[in-house]
């Protein structure tokens, strides 16, 4: 993630310390999680609003990236129905343990899940096709 985010974290006094670098990923000035959630286009209406909190963030980066082709419409649906505002989505963001948390947590869980099934389906399919290829049969599917 860090890497992706262009942090550098490898030269800071602090890496090794997994709490500490996943802090930096999450808060880092302009270019951290947060930070770009809170600019995320199409949840936003004033740029001068909120800090995102975990809650929304997750329920974000999990409502962008499970598509139709790799997550179920219910798990979609389920995803999209967990929205809140940010006042809402503080007291599961704060709170060991809350079941609003767990449960968007567990739909992305889920999400997460069929999305990798979905890869690996179509890893799998194009591996056999070029078995098959290599082996002279015709393709079938």
């Excluded at 286009?41 to 975990?54: E, H, Q, R």
């Excluded at 940010?86 to 899940?113: C, I, K, N, T």
Aim: hydrophobic share 40%; aromatic share 6%.
């Amino acid at each position: 993630w860090a890497r992706a985010l262009k942090i550098d974290l490898a030269s800071r006094e602090f890496f090794g310390d997994a709490h500490h670098e996943a802090w930096q990923v999450l808060s880092q000035h302009r270019i951290g999680v947060q930070a770009r959630a809170n600019h995320a286009v199409t949840d936003s209406i004033s740029p001068l609003g909120d800090n995102c909190t975990w809650y929304q963030i997750l329920q974000r980066v999990s409502r962008a990236n499970f598509s139709k082709a790799s997550a179920g419409a219910e798990v979609r649906d389920d995803i999209k129905s967990k929205r809140l505002s940010h006042s809402d989505s503080l007291p599961p963001s704060q709170q060991p343990r809350s079941s609003e948390m767990l449960a968007l947590e567990s739909a992305f869980l889920r999400g997460f899940a069929e999305t990798q099934r979905a890869v690996m389906l179509r890893a799998i399919r194009a591996e056999l096709a070029d078995e098959r290829e290599a082996n002279g049969e015709a393709a079938t599917s």
